[in-house]
């Protein structure tokens, strides 16, 4: 009998494919993503692992030396793929876990340039969200077992026989998949999310879009409980100051931050400002790369979705869900302390501490010219 082990066939030939075409679709996120250390918040290459514990719910993310952890800035490609989604599902088209794209339409569509150096850290994004593996025991039902998966299953270059890039396949793991198709799993976020260029804050704006959403009062967060949530590998000391100068600049949109204390207890108090919906407009950081120079936008539209229809265009209406008024029980450390410490930091600040963050102005209505 021979040895030889059979041939796994691809998820690809298995499933049929979602043909993205160019259009508009409001950038989305997956809660669980913004909730959780899931990336590397480091330009650098991370192949320390992340163990995160809270609330019995365990999350562990693991690197290979070659390509190192799946950074914040590589996770920009898993906003786009469920903002595709979300689309098509509000829309009645049906999807798949595979998705057939343009590298362009993805490059585009989160404000970077499209040269063929950004083409190449594309690749390196799609290598890290490949080999990255993650487990963990959110949404593992009543009888959990272990779930083990990478961000990609699978990707390949289309190409033409002289060699031409036509396009781009992958697969994305079922435990994501689900996770945005249940709408209730997902929250739109601002567009200039991309033009933020570092790790932390980037990281501290799907904290405070996931906690603070648009409730009056906002979130607040001793910077201890920040610093683990976040899965940083500086000291809590350098996290803490990093923060202070966050503060300093308020960089995030729509959310003002605020350092209060409490004792010998620090805290950040995220609130609300105007929710801007602007388009994406400005230089962003490269994908993940050390010491990478900053990438610039090609200022075309936001990629949209099309299913096996000739050319559609979709320009739905910018829309954010209702108040955020839940959370996970781990989201505050020492929960009743800080809760008593936000009481008494609104009885003594007014709401205008700070002064509102500018927004950079909407110009154009889904679907007009810029």
């Given at each position: 009998?021979?040895?030889?082990?059979?041939?796994?066939?691809?998820?690809?030939?298995?499933?049929?494919?979602?043909?993205?075409?160019?259009?508009?679709?409001?950038?989305?996120?997956?809660?669980?993503?913004?909730?959780?250390?899931?990336?590397?918040?480091?330009?650098?290459?991370?192949?320390?692992?992340?163990?995160?514990?809270?609330?019995?719910?365990?999350?562990?993310?693991?690197?290979?030396?070659?390509?190192?952890?799946?950074?914040?800035?590589?996770?920009?490609?898993?906003?786009?793929?469920?903002?595709?989604?979300?689309?098509?599902?509000?829309?009645?088209?049906?999807?798949?876990?595979?998705?057939?794209?343009?590298?362009?339409?993805?490059?585009?569509?989160?404000?970077?340039?499209?040269?063929?150096?950004?083409?190449?850290?594309?690749?390196?994004?799609?290598?890290?969200?490949?080999?990255?593996?993650?487990?963990?025991?959110?949404?593992?039902?009543?009888?959990?077992?272990?779930?083990?998966?990478?961000?990609?299953?699978?990707?390949?270059?289309?190409?033409?026989?002289?060699?031409?890039?036509?396009?781009?396949?992958?697969?994305?793991?079922?435990?994501?998949?689900?996770?945005?198709?249940?709408?209730?799993?997902?929250?739109?976020?601002?567009?200039?999310?991309?033009?933020?260029?570092?790790?932390?804050?980037?990281?501290?704006?799907?904290?405070?879009?996931?906690?603070?959403?648009?409730?009056?009062?906002?979130?607040?967060?001793?910077?201890?409980?920040?610093?683990?949530?976040?899965?940083?590998?500086?000291?809590?000391?350098?996290?803490?100051?990093?923060?202070?100068?966050?503060?300093?600049?308020?960089?995030?949109?729509?959310?003002?931050?605020?350092?209060?204390?409490?004792?010998?207890?620090?805290?950040?108090?995220?609130?609300?400002?105007?929710?801007?919906?602007?388009?994406?407009?400005?230089?962003?950081?490269?994908?993940?790369?050390?010491?990478?120079?900053?990438?610039?936008?090609?200022?075309?539209?936001?990629?949209?979705?099309?299913?096996?229809?000739?050319?559609?265009?979709?320009?739905?209406?910018?829309?954010?869900?209702?108040?955020n008024l839940e959370s996970n029980s781990e989201s505050n450390s020492s929960c009743g302390a800080a809760?008593?410490?936000?009481?008494?930091?609104?009885?003594?600040?007014?709401?205008?501490?700070?002064?509102?963050?500018?927004?950079?102005?909407?110009?154009?209505?889904?679907?007009?010219?810029?």
């Amino acid at each position: 009998m021979s040895s030889r082990r059979p041939i796994t066939a691809s998820e690809r030939s298995k499933l049929e494919p979602f043909i993205v075409a160019t259009g508009d679709a409001s950038p989305r996120d997956q809660r669980d993503l913004m909730e959780r250390p899931f990336f590397s918040l480091a330009k650098a290459r991370r192949t320390a692992p992340i163990l995160y514990e809270a609330a019995g719910v365990r999350v562990e993310v693991y690197a290979v030396p070659e390509h190192g952890m799946a950074t914040i800035w590589d996770a920009d490609v898993l906003i786009w793929a469920a903002s595709q989604l979300v689309e098509a599902e509000d829309l009645g088209f049906k999807t798949s876990r595979f998705l057939r794209f343009t590298s362009y339409q993805l490059l585009t569509s989160i404000g970077r340039q499209t040269g063929a150096r950004d083409y190449k850290l594309l690749k390196g994004a799609l290598a890290r969200l490949q080999s990255t593996v993650i487990r963990t025991s959110i949404r593992g039902g009543e009888h959990w077992r272990r779930h083990q998966f990478s961000w990609i299953n699978e990707w390949e270059e289309c190409t033409t026989r002289d060699g031409r890039v036509e396009g781009v396949e992958f697969v994305l793991p079922d435990w994501f998949y689900r996770g945005v198709i249940d709408r209730s799993l997902v929250l739109a976020i601002d567009p200039a999310y991309f033009r933020l260029t570092g790790g932390i804050e980037r990281w501290l704006y799907r904290v405070a879009r996931k906690h603070a959403g648009r409730q009056p009062k906002g979130w607040l967060f001793e910077i201890a409980h920040l610093h683990q949530k976040s899965g940083s590998l500086v000291r809590v000391s350098d996290f803490a100051l990093q923060l202070r100068r966050i503060v300093a600049r308020q960089p995030l949109p729509g959310y003002r931050l605020r350092i209060e204390r409490n004792g010998r207890r620090e805290l950040l108090r995220i609130l609300p400002a105007h929710l801007s919906t602007v388009s994406v407009d400005g230089a962003v950081e490269a994908l993940g790369t050390s010491h990478a120079s900053r990438i610039g936008t090609s200022h075309a539209a936001l990629s949209g979705l099309r299913t096996h229809e000739p050319q559609l265009t979709l320009w739905p209406e910018t829309a954010i869900p209702d108040l955020n008024l839940e959370s996970n029980s781990e989201s505050n450390s020492s929960c009743g302390a800080a809760r008593s410490a936000d009481k008494r930091a609104v009885a003594a600040q007014p709401a205008d501490h700070i002064g509102p963050q500018p927004s950079l102005p909407f110009s154009r209505k889904p679907g007009g010219k810029r």
